[in-house]
Nanobody, 120 residues
């Protein structure tokens, strides 16, 4: 069906920046929405940002003004530019794609997760 490959996580100091990327491949008929979620230890997974096929974007209040989501349609890739990172941004970040893999069938697909650690 649809396979997601994430990259760009790592260790960064507070105030630093990271760029996450996620590329979708496989039996993609059309992509409805691409986004990022995160899960910190002991907490539930939460939405960070997403963007739909019309180009609209949605952000969690905690990241507004610091994170920017963008999409390269030709490459089926979504990016998350994270600036002014804080220790509370430390989490495993998961790429999420809602896509049709046939004319009538769609599903929710998840990446394997990439660790982001913000620490001095």
């Amino acid at each position: 069906q649809v396979h997601l490959v994430e990259s760009g996580g790592g260790l960064v100091q507070p105030g630093g920046s990271l760029l996450l990327s996620c590329t979708a491949s496989g039996s993609i008929f059309s992509i409805v929405q691409m986004g990022w979620h995160r899960q910190a230890p002991g907490k539930q997974r939460e939405l960070v940002a997403d963007t739909n096929s019309g180009g609209a974007t949605n952000y969690a209040d905690s990241v507004k003004g610091r994170f920017t989501i963008s999409r390269d349609r030709a490459k089926n890739t979504v990016y998350l530019q994270m600036n002014s990172l804080k220790p509370e941004d430390t989490a495993v970040y998961y790429c999420n794609v809602k896509a049709y893999y046939s004319v009538i069938s769609w599903d929710d697909f998840w990446g394997q997760g990439t660790q982001v650690t913000v620490s001095s």
